[in-house]
């Protein structure tokens, strides 16, 4: 029987990724990428639901608890991560081609297309994440009573694979992986979730950011 625990920190993420599925599966069937454009506001405000429900049973995030320092330094990581997430891009480095997102209707931006997306991909996606990835998978690997399990001593085999399976989540899979190792040694070393979550948000944020000033709509 699945626990509460396991419960509160699985469903918005399989919510999530569910939406993926159902917008792949559209679009083979002869949908275009305009018409799927509001499946994501639709798929944040039922994670976002998820996790204003849930809030209580996530203990890690609770209080904020962290100094300066860790703070700077998820800060400075997660600067990092938008770096490298749009250089490492080379072929090898990607599987497939991504859709990516497009919030222009005949060259103009949708204000709320843009709004969504940003608010979705820098607030409501780091904590879905990083509540699955590191406050849960990397921790269940190491113990399934994953609880009790403090960041510091998770072990070789709970950074190794959820760094995989981290990567292989995105169609950059290396930028995955370098992500997903750098977000998970923040958890392991600060011992607070909202470092890691901190850093995700900064990564993506400024990639938002940069995908706007760019107009690279499929790194969205």
């Avoid at 509460?4 to 399989?14: G, H, I, K, M, Y």
């Avoid at 002869?30 to 994501?40: E, F, H, Q, T, V």
């Avoid at 209080?63 to 891009?89: C, E, I, K, P, Y």
């Avoid at 958890?187 to 938002?208: C, E, F, Q």
């Amino acid at each position: 029987m699945v626990s509460r625990a396991v419960l509160v920190r699985v469903l918005p993420f399989a919510i999530y990724m569910a939406f993926i599925a159902i917008a792949d599966l559209l679009t083979r069937i002869g949908m275009n990428a305009d018409s799927l454009r509001w499946l994501y506001p639709v798929k944040i405000a039922l994670v976002s639901v998820c996790l204003v429900v849930f809030w209580k049973q996530y203990d890690e995030l609770r209080s904020w608890q962290m100094n300066w320092r860790t703070v700077f330094t998820a800060g400075l990581a997660g600067l990092l991560v938008l770096w490298l997430w749009v250089h490492l891009d080379a072929s090898w480095m990607s599987v497939g081609k991504s859709a990516g997102f497009d919030p222009r209707d005949d060259g103009q931006l949708r204000l709320p297309l843009v709004i969504v997306r940003l608010i979705g991909g820098a607030l409501v996606v780091p904590i879905m994440e990083e509540l699955f990835w590191r406050s849960f998978l990397m921790r269940w690997i190491v113990a399934p009573g994953f609880e009790a399990v403090p960041p510091a001593h998770i072990n070789l085999q709970g950074f190794v694979v959820t760094v995989i399976l981290f990567g292989v989540e995105h169609n950059l899979w290396l930028a995955g992986m370098v992500a997903g190792a750098i977000y998970s040694l923040l958890y392991m070393r600060s011992g607070k979730l909202w470092s890691p979550i901190m850093a995700h948000a900064v990564t993506n944020g400024g990639l938002g950011i940069w995908i706007l000033a760019t107009g690279n709509w499929s790194y969205w």
